[in-house]
C-alpha cells in the first residue's frame, strides 16, 4: 500500500510540474498574442 502511495505521489509531482509549466507557456503565449496583435493591426493599418 505504502508503494502505491509513492507512485500516486510522484505522478501527483509530475503533474504538478507539467500544469505549472503549460500554465507559463500559456500565458506567454496569451500576452505575446496581446502584445504583437495590435502592433500587427497598427503596422496593417499604415
Known amino acids: 500500500m ?6 500516486s505521489n510522484h505522478l ?3 503533474l504538478q510540474e507539467n500544469a505549472a ?6 500565458l506567454g503565449a ?6 504583437w496583435w ?3 493591426l497598427i503596422y496593417l493599418g499604415y
Open 21 to 26: 509549466l503549460m500554465v507559463m507557456y500559456i
Open 38 to 40: 495590435p502592433l500587427g
Open 30 to 35: 496569451v500576452l505575446f498574442t496581446f502584445v
Open 2 to 7: 505504502k508503494e502505491v502511495n509513492v507512485v
Open 12 to 14: 501527483w509531482s509530475a
